[in-house]
């Protein structure tokens, strides 16, 4: 990375710099694509019956490919970070590596089953015990998360919400398909069977996507230096999103 330090290290200008990582980012989007079609062919081809095929499938193919894509995102904060200097931009390499661990290691899971039976919670809506437990998890986590980073927010005001900004949406867009989602789809499976597999493929895919974004995005920020990011919008519609 230290090859494309900046544009005038590479001589490269911040249009050609926003076109490396827009194909960047659409090379990710093109495996999340073959991930998901795979996923649809395992649903509905009778020859593929590996459930490593499904996107639901802990330690499947998509969610390796998953894991790849939150390693290098955690790896491009970093980077950013030792170039900018902004504590938040470790704090948010932080928060990424945790997600990797607990996605790999299965963490809220575990710790949501081991509350559900502890605390004894209810069955209710067709959410199971466990259900509520990775919920409390998910709260506590995510709580402790946003306090550790409201204090990197602190520490550089203005320029760590210019930076902070974007991510912040997309870590709660994340949160939307990882958390919300997966609870209605939780209730679809025992009470709507028919809406189970469409909210799931709308839930894995959708994280995804999302991820892949943020991987782009994070590879922004950490190739141009010191200087301001592309942001979302330019990453995902060019120059024309500031025309």
């Not at 959410?127 to 995510?142: C, N, S």
Request: aromatic content about 10%; proline content about 3%; charged content about 15%.
């Amino acid at each position: 990375m230290s090859t494309i330090a900046g544009s005038h290290a590479t001589g490269l200008d911040a249009s050609a710099l926003l076109r490396a990582v827009r194909l960047f980012l659409l090379l990710l989007v093109c495996g999340d694509l073959i991930y998901m079609a795979i996923h649809i062919g395992y649903l509905t081809v009778p020859g593929m019956r590996g459930a490593h095929y499904s996107l639901e499938t802990d330690g499947g193919l998509a969610e390796f490919y998953q894991y790849m894509k939150q390693f290098w995102l955690a790896l491009c904060l970093l980077t950013a970070f030792l170039r900018r200097r902004h504590l938040v931009l470790l704090a948010w390499s932080g928060v990424f590596g945790f997600l990797l661990l607990d996605d790999a290691l299965q963490l809220h899971e575990r710790g949501g089953l081991w509350l559900g039976r502890r605390f004894g919670f209810p069955a209710i809506a067709g959410l199971r015990p466990e259900d509520f437990g990775e919920l409390v998890v998910a709260g506590v986590v995510g709580g402790s998360l946003l306090l550790v980073l409201a204090i990197a927010w602190w520490r550089d005001r203005e320029p760590t919400w210019r930076l902070s900004r974007d991510l912040l949406v997309m870590t709660a867009a994340l949160a939307a398909c990882g958390v919300l989602l997966d609870s209605v789809h939780v209730v679809a499976y025992f009470r709507a069977p028919m809406l189970s597999d469409p909210l799931a493929f709308v839930e894995d895919g959708g994280e995804l996507l999302i991820v892949s974004t943020m991987t782009a995005y994070a590879l922004d920020l950490a190739i141009r230096g010191t200087s301001a990011p592309a942001g979302v919008r330019r990453l995902l519609f060019g120059d024309r999103a500031v025309a």
